[in-house]
């Protein structure tokens, strides 16, 4: 098997993205040109499966008593075994088990990164507290601000791992990791490096991305104009200088940022070319995913309060819509996300957890695509799409990762199902077996006997 490229080494930081991140198309296009009948070897051959590819815009891309094989830590052939070419020899056989293999899941929003949690503030809320009187008395996203501030490097690191475990746990082999609860130069610096650190210690593919203007730090009450222009013109250039920083996100919100704030961070990002995304339109309808389609973003997220226009323009660019049930679940919310109109007009729908203190505790990507197909109704293959293939078109890694093709990287995942409706379908339950990262293997439980 030719090797398909110099990167064989399980490198979970790539170089930052370029523009939509697609870079180095054209470098991309020869891995994706891997001789798709390889003539003689690979490292490991995968059989005793069954496939659900996501290569395509509809269906799972079943192939029943599949075979995959693996070169350098990408896929270097995919199909039914009776079609595996002859003489294909393979360092290494895996045997399946009778297991279906995914591609790795991809939680494409989280905020898993920080220090403390909210669970006192859930408490007071079930005893009668008002949001007001919680927020008067220093709680709400401040108080994850200030615990997030006071934590030294390692403990935020401490506190962060069991929850990226969590999800490992459930086959996620890529995950997206946005700062925000630091809003000092110093304190994001601090939690994207947390982030780049769980990259490596976890073996885990991990995207930053910078959220400096997701709420206005008190030092700025009053100013957050002035705080802007430090996001924008120190904090954005000091922490892309540093290699932290993947795309850059803001949170368009009455009590967020307002269009014109969130479209000078989108300047700034375009000057380093990053790729942007949008917490749009989740508590009310700023016009937010107009605003992020228009500047060619990656994503809109949330979108309960997403208007026809804004559907349009994200149609119209191509802008994925991240969808976050945990968020919706989490805060009781009733207004649902506009997912027929979404679906009509063609706009690609992702699902991701919003891992969060405030507005979803949850490290449960299954319970996630559970929640799109109940509360949202989406169908069990669009919630396995939203957080496989789509998801990855999210971080703007499609070209690399999200389906088993030829070429992208080795990211999958084995479960112990009968069909992949079941991942969406129970509640609770983890049927992952092992993953591959890069094409090396973490087992996650024994196989039971038959
Ligand atoms: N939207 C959310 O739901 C979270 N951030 C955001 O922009 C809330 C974050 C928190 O309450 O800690
Ligand atoms: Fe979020």
């Known amino acids: ?78 199909g039914r075994r009776s079609d595996l070419p002859a003489g294909i020899r393979a360092a290494d056989t895996f045997d399946g088990n009778g297991g279906w293999i995914t591609p790795g899941l991809i939680d494409c929003h989280t905020h898993i990164v920080y220090a403390g949690n909210r669970s006192s503030e859930f408490e007071a809320r079930l005893n009668g507290a008002t949001y007001e009187e919680i927020a008067g008395a220093g709680g709400g996203i401040m108080a994850t601000v200030r615990a997030t501030r006071a934590a030294s490097e390692a403990q935020l690191l401490h506190q962060s791992l069991p929850r990226v475990r969590s999800l490992l746990a459930e086959g996620v082999t890529t995950l ?55 996001v924008c013109g120190d904090m954005l250039p000091a922490l892309a200088a540093e290699g932290l920083v993947d795309a850059v996100d803001a949170f368009c919100e009455n009590i967020g940022f307002t269009p014109a704030q969130t479209e000078r961070v989108f300047a700034a990002a375009q000057r380093l070319q990053l790729p942007i995304k949008l917490h749009a339109e989740q508590l009310s309808n700023q016009n937010g995913a107009a605003l992020v389609a228009r500047h060619d973003g990656l994503s809109a997220d949330h979108l309960e309060y997403l208007s026809e226009a804004g559907i349009a323009a994200m149609a119209q660019h191509r802008t994925v819509a991240v969808l976050l049930p945990g968020a919706y679940y989490f805060l009781r919310e009733t207004r649902l996300p506009p997912v027929q109109a979404l679906r009509e007009a063609g706009v690609p729908i992702a ?89 090396i293997l973490r087992q996650n439980k024994p196989v039971e006997a038959a």
């Not at 979970?12 to 390889?38: F, T, Y």
């Not at 003689?40 to 094989?69: F, H, K, W």
């Not at 990762?401 to 983890?430: C, M, Q, R």
């Open 1 to 78: 098997m030719p090797s398909v490229d110099g990167e064989n080494a399980l490198s979970p930081n790539p170089s930052p993205a370029r523009g939509r991140g697609e870079q180095n198309e054209s470098l991309r296009d020869s891995h994706v040109k891997a001789d798709p009948h390889p003539a003689s070897g690979c490292d490991l051959l995968i059989v005793n499966v069954d496939l659900a590819t996501m290569s395509a815009p509809q269906g799972y891309g079943e192939i029943r008593d599949g075979a995959l094989a693996l070169s350098a830590g990408r896929i270097g052939w995919v």
């Open 176 to 230: 997206e990791i946005k700062s925000g609860y630091g809003l000092t130069l110093e304190s994001e610096a601090k939690m994207l490096r947390v982030a780049r650190t769980i990259g490596a210690l976890l073996a885990v593919d991990v995207k930053t991305t910078f959220l400096g203007a997701h709420a206005l730090p008190p030092e700025y009450a009053g100013r957050a104009d002035a705080y802007i222009d430090a």
């Open 351 to 439: 699902i991701a957890t919003d891992c969060n203190p405030g507005t979803a505790p949850l490290t449960s990507l299954l319970l996630a695509m559970n929640m799109a197909c109940t509360l949202f109704r989406l169908t069990p293959q669009e919630a396995l799409a939203g957080a496989t293939s789509i998801a990855a078109q999210a971080l703007g890694i499609a070209s690399e990762t999200g389906s088993l093709v030829v070429g992208k990287h080795a990211n999958l995942a084995l479960w112990d199902i009968g069909h992949p409706s079941e991942l969406s379908y129970a509640i609770g339950f983890n049927p992952c077996r092992a993953a591959f990262q890069r094409g």
